[in-house]
């Protein structure tokens, strides 16, 4: 199983195990991690979500949806390149060691 580190707003890291396909959102989320809303419950639909991905990581991921990028867009906190939405990105192989982090609330 892939580890993710993930480290929360309050800068408290966890190294979870992720089972493949699951999404990140989902792995954060049955982990009991504080900061991980996923109000939609992976609809891509409120952007709750919202994560930094360690730049190493980047180009292993899928693109950005439409859906996402305006979802993105509406976040203050968004940062090129690293923001995205984990209901989006599902787990891999190709990701065993992703660190991420819990972007701020908006």
Do not use: W
């Amino acid at each position: 199983m892939p580890q993710i580190t993930v480290t929360t707003r309050s800068g408290e890291k966890h190294v979870l195990e992720a089972a493949v396909n699951q999404t990140l959102m989902e792995v954060i989320r049955d982990s009991s991690i504080d900061g991980m809303d996923a109000i939609c419950g992976g609809c891509c639909s409120c952007a709750t979500c919202h994560i930094y991905v360690d730049p190493d990581f980047v180009d292993q991921l899928p693109p950005v949806s439409e859906d996402e990028e305006i979802l993105l867009d509406g976040s203050n906190h968004r940062k090129p390149e690293v923001s995205r939405l984990s209901c989006q990105i599902r787990v891999s192989d190709s990701l065993n060691g992703l660190v991420l982090q819990i972007a701020p609330e908006d």
